[in-house]
């Protein structure tokens, strides 16, 4: 069990970090996907710092403070809702498996977590 946990927990880092630096490059799909579901450009750092704040605790939380661990999957999950469901009010279905995948990846880290 433990063994899946960091598997997947490492899955969730980089993914996690990899879209904080896309937000912070403000790259063309980034910009385009904040578009589409109305989240205005300037929100962008702050979503950015919210997610590598969340994948910088996962990776605490895996060297050893697993409450902070768990605190940063929920929160990730929590915020990944929020992604989901601003695709949902902006009903912008096309591209909502990226927001499923990250709340997905962030939601089994946050079981595993807590299981181990």
């Not at 912070?24 to 385009?32: H, K, Q, T, W």
């Not at 205005?40 to 050893?64: D, N």
């Amino acid at each position: 069990m433990f063994t899946a946990y960091v598997a997947v927990c490492v899955a969730a880092i980089v993914a996690d970090a990899s879209i904080a630096v896309a937000d912070l490059l403000r790259a063309r799909f980034v910009l385009a996907n904040s578009a589409e579901v109305g989240v205005p450009a300037s929100w962008l750092p702050w979503l950015a710092a919210l997610k590598a704040a969340g994948a910088a605790g996962l990776l605490v939380g895996l060297l050893g403070a697993g409450a902070l661990g768990t605190a940063a999957a929920a929160g990730l999950v929590l915020f990944f809702v929020g992604a989901v469901a601003a695709h949902v009010r902006a009903r912008v279905f096309h591209n909502i498996a990226f927001p499923v995948g990250y709340l997905s990846l962030n939601t089994a880290a946050l079981v595993l977590g807590v299981a181990v």
